[in-house]
């Protein structure tokens, strides 16, 4: 799991500061298009660098016992050096996608004679197959679609792979955008670009539903044929459909049976759990919680029963003590783990599969989010298990995974909806 309390921990040799301080160097002091340049000269052709000891330093680095294993790190560095500096700017964030996009034009090893630039090509050649390489390629697919934003998505983006949908979704950055040696500094540039597209999503969302209630105020007034000419369109920010969308909304700011919220519902459980004697206990309240939201016909599909059973084994050994904030915890974390995905080792997912069959993927989402709103600490969690689908399937065409598009958009609404800031007066007027 990549976070932002990860760090490069990794010892760094002398010869891998001297490189990293003359890019420092050089970012600070030349324009994107030189700096480019200059990775051109020392990584893709690995020659003619204007600088004899910088070429030095590099040499002995690839030539290490280490280096097949190092490299990639030194690299990765190296890359985020410019990137940490350009995305500060919105006049050098263009620059960043055509970094990346340089290792595309890695040179054959055999056609220069230096041993040391031989062996360079061929490092660079295998850090294109390195996760570094991959969060690079998704970072630069963030960047580009930030800087060309579109006003209405892409009615084709089902044709896309999974992968490429990356950017429409900041709440996997943290754990897709980040490799385990990134420094902190870059986990600072991803935290910045998350906050800035997680912004931009609200605020889309926030006038795609402001104009749904002024078309509505305006059919209720009887001036509908006129509609078009009075306030400019605004289109769905989403890749759901204007109707599962409008679902969503009111599934997830609605008021529940007895006019409750689904914030006020996890509040009153939590306040009435501090009077419970027992954690075995409970677990059997918490069952009654989670499916106080779902359809009964899935009950009937014993569902219900494999989340009873599941529920009655966690944690056992605890099943006599009193509920506590870190039983909360340990709960919805495995809870989720059940119910979406346990690990990138152990990928099955048929549970979640099998709920968005039956019930749909904005009530499923429903119950994981019920799940948020009792413990906030486990928000990360949950971004997790959807990491390591995005991950499992970031090759697939989205067209063959639709219930997978939707339930990750779903999620985007739910948790923008009740940990962003979005301004709510709206959503509830259109309730």
């Known amino acids: 799991m990549h976070t932002l309390t990860d760090c490069y921990l990794r010892r760094t040799s002398q010869e891998e500061q001297q490189l990293y301080d003359h890019l420092l160097y050089c970012v600070q002091t030349e324009s994107p298009q ?26 002995k680095i690839v030539s290490t016992k280490n280096a097949e294993d190092n490299f990639k790190l030194v690299l990765n560095r190296c890359c985020h050096i410019p990137i940490n500096r350009w995305q500060m700017q919105s006049t050098t964030q263009a620059a960043i996608p055509a970094l990346v996009g340089l290792f ?30 991959l969060t690079l390629q998704r970072l630069a697919h963030v960047v580009e679609s930030n800087l060309n934003p579109k006003l209405k998505p892409n009615p084709n983006q089902g044709e896309q792979t999974v992968g ?40 889309n969302l926030s006038k795609y539903v402001t104009y749904q209630v002024r078309l509505a105020q305006i059919a209720r007034s009887k001036q509908h044929q006129s ?13 759901l459909s204007d109707r599962e969308l409008g679902a969503a909304l009111r599934e997830f700011v609605g008021r529940t049976k007895g006019h409750y919220t689904h914030r006020d519902l996890a509040q009153n459980f939590l306040t009435q759990s501090i009077k419970t004697t027992s954690y075995r206990a409970f677990k059997d309240e918490l069952y009654e919680y989670l499916l106080g939201s779902m359809d009964s016909q899935y009950h009937q599909l014993q569902f219900n029963d494999k989340l009873y059973d599941y529920l009655k084994n966690t944690l056992t050994r605890y099943d006599t003590q009193k509920p506590s904030e870190f039983l909360l915890l340990r709960t919805s974390s495995k809870l989720l783990n059940f119910l979406v995905v346990d690990s990138p080792q152990r990928p099955d997912h048929y549970i979640f599969v099998d709920m968005i069959t039956n019930m749909g993927a904005t009530p499923t989402v429903l119950l994981l989010l019920k799940i948020a709103l009792l413990c906030r600490q486990v928000k990360p969690h949950l971004e997790k298990r959807f990491s390591i689908l995005f991950n499992h399937y970031e090759a697939s065409a989205g067209e063959g995974v639709p219930w997978l ?5 779903n999620v985007h609404i739910a948790l923008s909806i009740h940990f962003g800031s979005m301004d709510l007066s709206c959503l509830k007027q259109l309730m």
């Open 34 to 59: 030189q700096i480019i340049e200059r990775f051109r000269r020392l990584f893709i052709t690995a020659r003619d660098y204007a600088v004899p000891e910088v070429r030095q330093a590099l040499d």
């Open 104 to 133: 595309e034009e890695t040179l054959p090893p055999g056609s220069v004679y230096s041993r040391s630039a031989r062996r360079t090509r061929l490092l660079v050649s295998q850090f294109k197959e390195s996760e570094q390489y």
């Open 164 to 203: 490429n949908l990356i950017d429409r979704y900041p709440y996997l950055y943290e754990h897709c955008l980040l490799s385990e040696d990134c420094s902190y500094e870059h986990q600072q540039t991803v935290r910045h670009i998350k906050t800035r597209m997680q912004h931009q999503f609200e605020l």
């Open 227 to 239: 509609r078009d000419r009075l306030i400019q369109p605004v289109y769905n920010p989403t890749l």
């Open 405 to 409: 598009i939707k339930s990750m958009e």
